[in-house]
T-cell receptor, first 111, second 110 residues
């Protein structure tokens, strides 16, 4: 079974609004990562947060991690049409060398 | 740097045929992996390698073989294709935690 589950499955917002998507996972982890996938393309790494971190920022991205709840959230501020993509969380399930992806959130940003 | 390259981009097979999906990286990464992505699902790990000569099974290894004779190349072999293997296949490499993905191979098995 897959390690992560994203919520919501789909999200549609207006350009300039913030987008929040959540990820829940099942086992302990060393780190959690978020990836973006544009339609028909490979995944692109966005940000990594380690199990001993609670929050991390990168440009318009803000990631939080709550290991007690086994959950993470990705916030994209001031969204742009170019942010339209699917977003996946990935965890290493404490293995260090096996990565498990969630089912993804499909984000549509309407210009 | 070309990054991670995959060939072919598209492939149609008949049930029972075998084929090899190619993956190469020029970043000198030790870790490489193969995933499949099915509609409405995330990526599922098929096989991975932590270095030349070392491979291991992931979440869904049945029906697939891998080998890693060099750091650069990590081919995925389908032994006897089945319609259930219709999917998009992604290869990835990483040195630490960040994975770099190839553009994918879209495989259809009839």
């Amino acid at each position: 079974s897959q390690q992560g589950e994203e919520d919501p499955q789909a999200l549609s917002i207006q350009e300039g609004e913030n987008a929040t998507m959540n990820c829940s996972y099942k086992t302990s982890i060393n780190n959690l990562q978020w990836y973006r996938q544009n339609s028909g393309r490979g995944l692109v790494h966005l940000i990594l947060i380690r199990s001993n971190e609670r929050e991390k920022h990168s440009g318009r991205l803000r990631v939080t991690l709550d290991t007690s709840k086994k959950s993470s959230s990705l916030l994209i501020t001031a969204s742009r049409a170019a942010d339209t993509a699917s977003y996946f969380c990935a965890t290493d399930a404490n293995t260090g060398n096996q990565f498990y992806f969630g089912t993804g959130t499909s984000l549509t940003v309407i210009p | 740097n070309a990054g991670v390259t995959q060939t072919p981009k598209f492939q149609v097979l008949k049930t029972g045929q075998s084929m090899t999906l190619q993956c190469a990286q020029d970043m000198n990464h030790e870790y490489m992996s193969w995933y499949r992505q099915d509609p409405g699902m995330g990526l599922r790990l098929i096989h991975y390698s932590v270095g030349a000569g070392i491979t291991d099974q992931g979440e869904v290894p049945n029906g697939y073989n891998v080998s890693r004779s060099t750091t650069e190349d990590f081919p995925l072999r389908l032994l006897s294709a089945a319609p259930s293997q219709t999917s998009v296949y992604f290869c990835a490499s990483s040195r630490l935690d960040e994975q770099f993905f190839g553009p994918g191979t879209r495989l259809t098995v009839l």
